[in-house]
């Protein structure tokens, strides 16, 4: 898989109308560099700061149970979560509906700093502008007590608008092939609320808080014994007209949403109809929706006007709209699932609850403001995170852990970590390949040098090679913009994804997944980092080709992406912190 030479490359001013290019053309144009940054307005305005809250006016809010820890369904073990089989199977209800959303995207904190309050999330944000918005597609299912539809996510209320009503035997029709009591659960971004500080670079942060929100539903999914695997193979047509974002009207001089994705949740405890267990394989499972059918549901009653985010936009950046358009999926893929088995879930099989509940590491991940340029881990626990990003490729895709599970395409991104303060570690340069398919491809698009060797001590299931010996610190800080937080952690890390070979071959769609995987990963480096006592921070912000230079990447073979850093945080104290929904009188 893209192992053929680099077309001749297209730079930032190249007039090609091929899609692939014009996302590269995108890409180029919003490297940071040592001299120069991407282009923004430069500086933040504050009077028109995008409000993080969506709400649709006309559309009926159903508020969800605000849950105390320790009512059902109660969180199981974070370790649990890792283990198929390892979590009861909770049915599709009120009350488990309202700890999915709270564990994927809901408020899980104030801060307050001054006179400035503002909320946190399950899931992070570039910014903390929380581009990404939460839709959930319902069919009538026994025990919950919801009408079939569309419903928006208002994380401030912690509730579902309901935006449209969609007939019982449609949506039926629409989940018939997945297995039974599935549904839907959807995203978008509005981009305007990370253009807003970040201008043109701000499609690749939008990307990855979608990735990192797939991983926080993906997990949350998991602590309620549900499985989760992302439609990839439906159009973006179908994604628009499922989540509404297409309806003018219900967005005429307001923000537009972007449709991003839609993926398929199930308790894993559902047995497939027996019907369809005669003809069917049932280790096939489609990764797409019929068209038709969503075109049928898209003609139903909707509800709703989306609110106005900002008062004025000082500025339009094409380019995102560009390479939004340049990336939108037009083909439908027959994508399915192999390996696909509908597991009855023996509550009894549930592991040992041993070490803190998911939902008590949920709740507490932060993203770290500084690291105290101390604290080390030790070497098993270093292993132990980089053993959770392994998306065991070797696998049938069911089988892969959570939440690889649900990434239903192969593994486009490897790492390279600057290790500072492991334990057991001499501090330097390592590369984690992900995929032991992709070593050569990566050794060829690498400084041929560079020698790799392999870690004595390290698992066996861990491609990790070491490339170069010394003190890394200076060298991550200033690459990650100057940000101390690369250099005083116990490591940081750039995610390398195949670029230019993995685009041609599979289409410019390609181009948000790759930050979508880089998202996901993200996502369990956060919950790992909690788990094991530290803290992680996402770091949007890198010179791109001076990282690429540290490796000796040969042309655009290989992207950083995204990176990240892990070690002893140092709390701000001056910031208050109050409870997630203390502004609710529920
Ligand atoms: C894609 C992404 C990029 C980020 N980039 C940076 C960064 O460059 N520097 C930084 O200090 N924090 C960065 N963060 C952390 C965010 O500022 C943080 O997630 C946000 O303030 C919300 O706080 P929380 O993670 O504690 O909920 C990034 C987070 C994400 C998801």
Not at 93 to 111: C, G, H, I, N, Y
Not at 271 to 294: G, Q, T
């Amino acid at each position: 898989m893209g192992t053929e030479k680099p077309s001749s490359l297209p730079t930032a001013d190249s007039a090609s109308t091929d899609p692939v290019d014009q996302v590269i053309r995108y890409h180029i144009q919003t490297k940071h560099h040592f001299n120069r940054y991407a282009r923004s307005m430069g500086f933040l305005d504050w009077a028109n700061q995008p409000d993080p809250f969506r709400r649709f006016a006309g559309a009926e809010l159903t508020p969800l149970p605000l849950l105390k820890p320790d009512e059902e369904p109660i969180s199981p073990a974070y370790e649990a979560i890792y283990h198929s089989e390892g979590v009861a199977c909770q049915p599709v209800t009120v009350q488990a509906l309202s700890r999915f959303f709270e564990f994927a995207l809901a408020l899980s904190a104030w801060k307050k700093g001054g006179e400035t309050e503002w909320a946190l999330r399950s899931n992070p944000s570039s910014g903390n502008l929380h581009p990404t918005e939460g839709y959930v597609v319902l069919p009538q299912i026994d025990g919950l007590d919801m009408r079939p539809g569309l419903y928006h996510y208002a994380p401030r209320e912690h509730g579902l608008e309901r935006r449209a009503a969609f007939p019982t035997e449609v949506v039926a029709q629409l989940l018939a092939p997945f297995p039974s009591r599935a549904f839907l659960f959807g995203l978008s971004s509005v981009h305007w609320r990370e253009a807003w500080k970040y201008g043109e670079r701000a499609f690749r942060y939008c990307n990855h808080d979608v990735g990192h929100a797939l991983g926080s539903a993906r997990v949350a999914a998991a602590t309620l014994g549900w499985k989760m695997v992302l439609l990839d193979g439906a159009d973006q047509n179908t994604v628009a007209m499922l989540l509404g974002t297409h309806r003018v009207d219900d967005f005429a001089g307001v923000e537009p949403e972007h449709p991003d994705c839609l993926c398929v949740l199930w308790p894993s405890g559902s047995v497939k109809r027996e019907a369809s267990l005669v003809n069917r394989d049932e280790r096939e499972m489609p990764l797409f929706l019929d068209p038709s059918v969503v075109k049928g549901l898209a003609e139903t009653s909707w509800y709703g006007k989306a609110n106005k985010l900002s008062g004025e936009h000082g500025v339009h950046w094409d380019a995102i709209d560009q390479v939004a358009d340049a990336s939108w999926k037009v083909s439908s893929d027959l994508l399915a699932l192999s390996g696909f088995r509908s597991l009855a879930n023996d509550a009894s099989q549930a592991t040992s609850d041993a070490g803190p509940p998911a939902g008590q590491i949920i709740r507490q991940r932060r993203s770290a403001v500084s690291f105290d340029g101390r604290t080390s881990i030790s070497s098993a626990r270093f292993f132990q995170m980089l053993q959770r990003v392994m998306p065991r490729p070797e696998r049938p895709q069911l089988e892969r852990p959570v939440p690889w599970d649900l990434w239903p395409h192969a593994p486009a991104i490897h790492l390279m970590i600057f290790v500072h303060r492991v334990e057991g570690l001499t501090p330097g340069l390592y590369v984690l390949v992900r995929d032991r398919a992709k070593l050569p491809l990566i050794q060829q698009s690498l400084n041929p040098e560079l020698v790799w060797t392999q870690l004595p001590g390290c698992p066996e299931d861990l491609p990790l090679s070491w490339l170069l010996e010394g003190d890394a610190k200076r060298a991550a800080a200033q690459v990650s913009c100057h940000q101390e937080i690369a250099a005083d952690s116990a490591f940081s890390l750039g995610m390398l994804a195949e670029f230019e070979g993995r685009l041609r071959q599979t289409g410019a769609w390609f181009y948000p997944r790759l930050f979508w995987e880089a998202g996901v990963l993200g996502q369990v480096l956060y919950l790992e980092a909690e788990a094991a006592g530290v803290r992680g921070t996402g770091i949007g912000c890198f010179f791109d080709d001076p990282v690429h230079e540290m490796l000796g990447v040969q042309g655009l073979s290989f992207q950083s992406l995204y990176h990240f850093t892990i070690g002893g945080p140092v709390e701000d104290r001056r910031m208050m912190t109050l409870p997630p929904y203390h502004h609710l009188n529920r």
